[in-house]
């Protein structure tokens, strides 16, 4: 059992209550269940973050309303996964990084710590550029932006101080524990909620608004299509043909994108880093194995629910705004008095890119030389057919401000600019605070402390520190594609967690009498395979597509290798029910 002085003492009366509670029909039991949710929300808050959001911005841009089922069937095996790793964690009371060293494989604790860290130093990078780009470019950009009054780089500093000195204040009434602990899941409460209850409000005014939304359209997208991951969505077929020769170009960039973005989204949905939260996070608060069916009740509400809805809200904004649609200003579009409408600033040099890489496409080598002369590149470019262009303007990387100033005309400036905007600043507020937590977790766990105190809290500024580093580092025009290779790189470390609960779930040395049995065990067993197994096939494909395949599948056969090595010789654990020696 657990013997460290992390765990808060159960509230009491607490648990007497759940005992009675559990013996009631289960919506009886539903019911009182909300008022006892808490560790599911900290999962949510750390969720909806930037990586979500440019998931489901780029979801639908790419693909439209075709892979709407994608990010809740990820969070679906996610939560299947989390609930294995709390049903271990409530059952023994044992550490999770400590039960794993012990009881399964030193190697699969070890690299899970360090993948979490690893991902919480990178990952903590676009949630602080998410959050300056939603200050600078919808809520204060007269100010803060990169024409404001105190200059681009001067905002970037004073925004990003304040974000780290905000997160560090409220993580510090965590670390107070007892009510502190209350009052930190008050605030991520009232933060997924303002998040929510944003970009709902945004589909809703854009429902009633113009010609309504394409709901049909809309609830198919949550059938299943895989056909996306190997073809462009259908809605590019006209654009493309117009291309002729350089159709199988165009075409091969769409797939490639909406691959890295599939891999996004799926990894943005549950990520290492909060395998890692919630076990801790339960039995800081005191939980025990009466609190099992309520850990799982608590990550449907505090995280599926808020998920679900949020990325799916932001998916149908992009998909109607911005899916094979081209960017405005780049086709010679005028307004209303006859004058050429001028493009997005942030895509200008996007655009740009695009059109070099179809000219280099076509002249190869030739490229080089014209690259040499500016009036010839320039002419160049402007001598691409037009259809080339359309695909370019299409295939341009919008962000969270693009999609806000699209939906001006549908929602009005308010809900598109301020409305949306205070829900990307709460996304990107929520994640940075917990990844900044999760970190102190882990560097307490690294070096065998107790979950608290100064060294938790170098932890968690270690995170603060590199993702505010963001903002200045990425130099990118659109800031939530940030979110895209981020995440794939997570996304790599993911299976490392998920064997690693396998595993525990089938370990009589660690469960005892509380392992499985049964059909109860068949069950678990087939739903986290089946989660194992898609998060191995992401993490593959994420390997095979980046620039970096072959150091990546070294790493990882070294990696498998160290851990059969570990496996064969270390000598099997104490089982927690046989007495001690």
């Not at 209550?17 to 289960?26: I, V």
């Not at 604790?109 to 130093?121: E, K, Q, R, V």
């Not at 940030?482 to 998920?498: D, H, Q, R």
């Amino acid at each position: 059992m657990n013997d460290n002085n992390d765990t808060q003492p159960t509230i009491p009366g607490e648990e007497a209550y759940l005992q009675e509670l559990q013996t009631k029909p289960f919506f009886s039991r539903l019911g009182g269940y909300i008022g006892l949710t808490g560790p599911g929300w900290l999962q949510g808050a750390i969720t909806l973050g930037g990586g979500s959001l440019s998931g489901s911005l780029y979801l639908g841009v790419l693909a439209g309303f075709g892979l709407m089922w994608l990010q809740p069937l990820a969070m679906i095996m996610g939560i299947i996964m989390l609930s294995a790793i709390g049903y271990v964690s409530l059952s023994t009371g044992e550490r999770p990084f400590d039960a794993i060293n012990k009881h399964i494989n030193p190697v699969l604790g070890w690299g899970w710590a360090i993948a979490t860290m690893m991902a919480n130093l990178v990952w903590c990078m676009p949630q602080f550029a998410l959050g300056t780009a939603a200050i600078q470019q919808n809520l204060f950009p007269a100010m803060f932006g990169v024409d404001g009054t105190l200059g681009d780089q001067t905002s970037k500093l004073i925004i990003v101080t304040v974000l780290l000195v905000l997160a560090t204040i409220i993580i510090w009434s965590y670390d107070a524990g007892g009510r502190g602990i209350k009052i930190f899941e008050g605030l991520l409460k009232v933060l997924v909620g303002i998040v929510v209850l944003c970009f709902f409000g945004v589909v809703i005014k854009m429902s009633i608004s113009g010609n309504g939304l394409a709901w049909g359209e809309i609830l198919g997208g949550f059938i299943p299509d895989f056909s996306l991951m190997s073809k462009p969505s259908p809605k590019f077929n006209e654009a493309l043909a117009a291309t002729g020769a350089f159709s199988e170009f165009w075409s091969n960039m769409i797939v490639s994108d909406q691959q890295k973005v599939m891999i996004t989204a799926a990894a943005t949905a549950v990520g290492i880093n909060m395998t890692f939260l919630l076990p801790y996070s339960m039995l800081r608060k005191g939980w025990n194995k009466t609190y099992r069916e309520l850990a799982i009740i608590d990550l449907a509400i505090g995280l599926f629910i808020p998920f679900m809805l949020a990325t799916s809200c932001v998916v149908i904004a992009s998909a109607t705004q911005f899916h094979a649609t081209p960017a405005t200003g780049f086709l010679g579009e005028k307004d209303g008095n006859g004058q050429l409408i001028p493009p997005a600033k942030n895509l200008v040099g996007g655009y740009t890119k695009l059109i070099n890489k179809r000219l280099k496409a076509e002249l190869k080598d030739d490229f080089n030389e014209l690259e040499e002369d500016e009036a010839k590149l320039k002419a160049a470019q402007q001598a691409i057919p037009e259809a080339d262009k359309r695909m370019a303007a299409m295939l341009v990387k919008r962000d969270a401000f693009n999609l806000a100033n699209s939906l001006k005309e549908l929602t009005g400036p308010t809900v598109s600019q301020y409305v949306f905007g205070i829900g990307v600043l709460g996304m990107a507020v929520s994640t940075i605070i917990i990844l900044m937590l999760i970190n102190g977790f882990v560097v307490c766990e690294i070096f065998g402390l107790p979950h608290g105190g100064m060294y938790h809290r170098m932890g968690c500024l270690m995170a603060g520190i590199s993702g505010a580093m963001g903002p200045f580092l990425w130099k990118g025009d659109a800031k939530l594609w940030l979110a895209v290779p981020t995440s794939m790189f997570a996304f790599v470390l993911l299976p490392i967690a998920y064997f690693a609960f396998l595993f525990m779930m089938n370990s009589k040395s660690l469960l005892g009498e509380n392992r499985p049995k049964g059909m109860q065990r068949v069950i678990w067993n087939l739903l986290m395979g089946t989660a194992a197994s898609l998060a191995a096939f992401g993490s593959l494909w994420s390997i095979k597509t980046s620039p970096y395949a072959s150091e990546g599948f070294l790493a990882l056969g070294i990696f498998i290798l160290l851990a059969v090595i570990v496996g064969l010789l270390k000598k099997p654990a104490q089982s927690i029910d046989e007495p001690t020696k």
